[in-house]
């Protein structure tokens, strides 16, 4: 069984920053797109970022450019997500996802996505 397990989530003040961690656990996600969404209260769920199997291709919403990295260690089978300039807007449950059938192509909907963390949740105060 696939276990995602986010963490690093807190408060923050604007203009801060957060690391944010998901461990993979059960199967191995090393070869796989992994990315990261989030959700605000009464919003969709929406994309932030994702990275391919090999690190190499990486896809950011326009929303968080510049600010926010996306990177991973296939070792330790864990992703991150180094999240600068932090804005209250950015205020949502971060949450992880794996697609067990992609390697490179990082799709941008949830619904491609077929393994979840449980959320984590960062708040920006302004």
């Known amino acids: 069984q696939v276990q995602l397990v986010e963490s690093g989530g807190g408060l923050v003040q604007a203009g801060g920053s957060l690391r944010l961690s998901c461990a993979a656990s059960?199967?191995?996600?090393?070869?796989?797109?992994m990315s990261w969404f989030r959700q605000a209260p009464g919003k969709e769920r929406e994309f932030v970022s994702g990275?391919?199997?090999?690190?190499?291709?990486?896809n950011y919403a326009d929303s968080v450019k510049g600010r926010f990295t996306i990177s991973r260690d296939g070792a330790k089978n864990t992703m991150y997500l180094q999240m600068n300039s932090l804005k209250p807007d950015d205020t949502a449950v971060y949450y992880c996802?794996?697609?067990?059938?992609?390697?490179?192509?990082?799709?941008?909907?949830?619904?491609?996505?077929?393994?979840w963390g449980q959320g984590t949740q960062v708040t920006v105060s302004s």
């Open positions: 996802a794996g697609d067990r059938n992609r390697y490179s192509a990082v799709a941008t909907t949830p619904g491609s996505y077929d393994s």
């Open positions: 059960g199967r191995t996600f090393s070869r796989n797109v």
């Open positions: 990275i391919s199997g090999s690190g190499g291709i990486t």
